[in-house]
């Protein structure tokens, strides 16, 4: 089933969630790992790598968004109090900006950079930089802003993780197992049995 129902994820949606989030994981370990190379060479082409992906995750996060707009988003357990349920939508909401925020300040952080450095998609084509002004100031004002950021995100995806596993293990119900497995409608109560 390609598409979500009022019980349960489609496989587009599936298949967002987690290729997104695995690219999201690996820009975060790349965007750390990059800035302690002392050679040039590997550093040049991981900055490079990060660039394209970071490009790729708004293009997804965009195309996400138009499917989310025009999709069921299937409905929270019945037992699920009403304040975690605000958590949740916050926090998914957070999450969705995020994907958007990181590769713009990202984009921001090249754009005002006073090296002439261009970027690569894949090595396929040149992306232009955007209408900034160009300085070191603005430049590091904009990294500062991107890592804090990036870091900002990645507590939000841990807690995003504790809480899917809080939802399985501890309230046995099928939030996660609808994440895991595309058109998964869950138990009549959503409670998973403990037997």
């Not at 050679?39 to 991981?46: E, F, M, P, S």
């Not at 994907?99 to 992306?127: M, Q």
């Not at 232009?128 to 507590?155: D, K």
Request: charged share 15%; hydrophobic share 50%; glycine share 6%.
């Amino acid at each position: 089933m390609l598409r979500n129902t009022e019980k349960s994820w489609g496989l587009v949606s599936f298949l967002f969630h987690w290729i997104m989030a695995a690219l999201f994981l690996c820009q975060f370990w790349i965007g750390w790992y990059m800035q302690g190379l002392k050679d040039l060479l590997a550093q040049y082409n991981l900055y490079q790598l990060h660039k394209s992906l970071g490009f790729t995750i708004l293009a997804l996060a965009v195309l996400r968004v138009i499917w989310a707009l025009g999709s069921w988003r299937p409905a929270p357990p019945a037992s699920m109090p009403e304040v975690e349920k605000q958590l949740s939508r916050g926090s998914h909401f957070l999450l969705y900006l995020a994907l958007f925020v990181l590769p713009l300040t990202g984009w921001a952080v090249v754009s005002t950079s006073p090296l002439p450095i261009a970027t690569w998609f894949f090595g396929l084509f040149v992306i232009p930089s955007l209408p900034l002004g160009i300085s070191l100031h603005s430049e590091q004002v904009w990294t500062s802003i991107h890592g804090f950021l990036a870091y900002g995100a990645i507590f939000l995806v841990a807690v995003h993780i504790l809480a899917a596993l809080r939802h399985h293990f501890h309230h046995r119900d099928d939030i996660l197992m609808k994440m895991v497995r595309p058109g998964f409608a869950g138990r009549k109560d959503s409670r998973i049995d403990k037997n």
